[in-house]
């Protein structure tokens, strides 16, 4: 089994990534993916601490981590229809170019 460290160093690494296609891109797929990067990171640190805990037989970590894919799931699903409705509306997935919000 590999240290914690090089877990949260793995981690870190995928959260940087993923901050990094947010901040940076305009796209809203890419800034999609980013997210996901970032809800991965967090699940892997979840995992590493649950695994190198003093009770590793416990289900506590695995159970947080299913819970946060569940979450993760539904904001996919909720970003694409956004995502989708946007492209509809301005034939475009640039988030520069939706300069206007309309119910």
């Known amino acids: 089994m590999a240290p914690l460290h090089q877990y949260l160093l793995l981690s870190a690494l995928l959260f940087g990534i993923g901050l990094a296609g947010v901040l940076t891109r305009r796209n809203g797929l890419i800034t999609l993916m980013g997210i996901e990067l970032m809800l991965n990171a967090a699940n892997l640190n979840f995992i590493a601490f ?32 956004l995502v989708i409705a946007i492209y509809r509306r301005y034939r475009s997935v640039n988030l520069d170019e939706v300069d206007q919000l309309k119910g």
């Open 50 to 81: 649950w695994r190198h805990s003093p009770n590793p037989e416990a289900i506590e970590g695995v159970l947080l981590t299913m819970f946060a894919i569940g979450v993760a799931a539904a904001e996919v699903a909720v970003g694409l229809a």
